[in-house]
């Protein structure tokens, strides 16, 4: 008969979010009594979460499965959402991040727009549920993360990487090659298009203030390290040294990224959004 596991070391406020998952593909053996903490990264599509994902997987605790929900049948509807969920937080889900026996944190990517919205009601009850603490991360620079937007397009299209699209890369050659495309911007909808990205997210955190979370921002991962830190203490896990093979594509001024400048330099010029043009 198998004995209840009890952490004597964990505050009472904790217990939610404290697990020990039964997998049913396998067994945990002598790790059955590890806890293991269930988080998901919130954010939107070129905001650094690929990178940020690396980082955690450098962790040798942690296990981020990647961007689940990109697959459309997993998402159709509200029972697909928890059986996927419960499959991964159940360490049942494999992927090349699985260090399932000994994990002590366990999550995945979920981009706002892949029925993370549209359902948030059921999400935010079935987080609070199971004790899964939400991490937010997104750009400060919503120009940056426009023209990433707009050049990853264009990548899908032309594979300029010998006929390969590559959302990353992990050497200084492939991201030269890539940041070589300078996208146009339409001048009309640039702003309509700050706003509503800003009004998303802004949404995001509202809906899910009730769950335990965390809102983080790429600059500020990039800048300070210390950040990776409270990531850590943030999922309980032990310290240690992240790191990532990624190579950032898009550096220097937005100047030298975008084909017509001038016109998105007039655009913004005297708005709220005008520190987009000189910011990092």
Request: a positive charge.
């Amino acid at each position: 008969m198998d004995q209840p596991c009890h952490a004597t070391t964990i505050e009472k406020w904790e217990i939610p979010y404290v697990h020990y998952p039964k997998p049913k593909t396998y067994s945990r053996e002598e790790c059955a009594c590890n806890p293991v903490r269930f988080f998901a990264i919130l954010s939107m599509q070129r905001s650094g979460s690929g990178w940020f994902e690396t980082l955690l997987n450098s962790h040798i605790n942690v296990s981020s499965n990647g961007e689940i929900f990109s697959v459309r049948d997993r998402r159709i509807n509200i029972s697909s959402i928890v059986k996927t969920m419960d499959k991964v937080y159940r360490l049942d889900w494999f992927t090349s991040a699985s260090k399932n026996e000994c994990s002590a944190a366990v999550g995945f990517k979920w981009m706002l727009n892949q029925g993370l919205m549209e359902h948030h009601k059921e999400i935010v009850e079935y987080f609070k549920k199971r004790g899964v603490s939400a991490i937010f991360l997104f750009r400060k620079n919503l120009l940056r993360r426009m023209i990433s937007v707009l050049a990853n397009t264009y990548d899908k299209a032309a594979k300029p990487l010998n006929g390969t699209h590559k959302s990353h890369v992990h050497s200084p050659v492939e991201a030269h090659i890539l940041a070589k495309y300078k996208p146009t911007i339409n001048k009309t909808l640039l702003i309509p298009e700050l706003k509503r990205t800003e009004e998303t997210t802004a949404k995001a955190i509202e809906y899910f203030k009730s769950t335990r979370h965390i809102v983080l921002n790429y600059e500020d991962l990039i800048n300070n390290r210390t950040k990776l830190k409270e990531v850590q203490e943030f999922l309980w896990l032990p310290y240690r040294d992240l790191t990532s093979r990624q190579v950032r594509i898009h550096t220097g001024p937005l100047s030298r990224q975008v084909q017509n400048w001038e016109d998105v330099r007039k655009a913004l010029k005297g708005t709220s959004y005008e520190s987009f043009l000189y910011a990092n």
